[in-house]
T-cell receptor
Framework: DQQVKQNSPSLSVQEGRISILNCDYT??????FLWYKKYPAEGPTFLIS?????DKNEDGRFTVFLNKSAKHLSLHIVPSQPGDSAVYFC???????????FGAGTTVTVRA | NAGVTQTPKFRVLKTGQSMTLLCAQD?????MYWYRQDPGMGLRLIHY???????AKGEVPDGYNVSRLKKQNFLLGLESAAPSQTSVYFCASSYSPAAYSPLHFGNGTRLTVT
């Protein structure tokens, strides 16, 4: 049973607009959350993370929001650029654990 | 700086054949991982290692074995391949546990078992 769920397999957005990717988790022990980005024929690369003591973390055009009561996090990309077209994976972990639990991924396509 | 290198990039096996996937990292990372990626399933952890000479089971370890004889290398073995093992395999490494430091992934091995 997947503990991290990304219910939208794909998202299409116009260049310059906001992309919002959603992620839900079921394990209340998770306290560290990450987003990875993956281009075709490449491995995933780390994008941004947030710990449960925060509800927001920002890095340039990327912002992650965490709603612990709803067990929900989201990734905002503003403004979206063609180079952002990729698969985005949400991941979660318990502090100190060696393992990450990944969602199934959301494919983002940025239209010119 | 190569980072994480996986060999081979592609492989086709017949059911029952065996093979070994090699992962090498040049970042002096202690932690190494093998994941498989399947459509609609995301990345699932097969085995991992917290240091030279150590290995541990992940979420989906059945049918796989691993070895970490040298710190920089992490080998994934399939003793008797099955069609259910058709997947894309990713190796990753990290400086500290996955929750605290980003995973660095290789570019993957696409395996088809017929």
């Amino acid at each position: 049973d997947q503990q991290v769920k990304q219910n939208s397999p794909s998202l299409s957005v116009q260049e310059g607009r906001i992309s919002i990717l959603n992620c839900d988790y079921t394990n209340s022990m998770f306290d560290y959350f990450l987003w990875y980005k993956k281009y075709p024929a490449e491995g995933p690369t780390f994008l941004i993370s947030i710990s449960s003591i925060k509800d927001k973390n920002e890095d340039g055009r990327f912002t992650v929001f965490l709603n612990k009561s709803a067990k929900h996090l989201s990734l905002h990309i503003v403004p979206s650029q063609p180079g952002d077209s990729a698969v985005y994976f949400c991941a979660a972990s318990v502090s100190g654990d060696y393992k990450l639990s990944f969602g199934a991924g959301t494919t983002v396509t940025v239209r010119a | 700086n190569a980072g994480v290198t996986q060999t081979p990039k592609f492989r086709v096996l017949k059911t029952g054949q065996s093979m070994t996937l090699l992962c090498a990292q040049d970042m002096n990372h202690e932690y190494m991982y093998w994941y498989r990626q399947d459509p609609g399933m995301g990345l699932r952890l097969i085995h991992y290692s917290v240091g030279e000479g150590t290995t541990a089971k992940g979420e989906v370890p059945d049918g796989y074995n691993v070895s970490r004889l040298k710190k920089q290398n992490f080998l994934l073995g399939l003793e008797s391949a099955a069609p259910s093992q058709t997947s894309v395999y990713f190796c990753a490494s990290s400086y500290s546990p996955a929750a605290y430091s980003p995973l660095h992934f290789g570019n993957g091995t696409r395996l088809t078992v017929t």
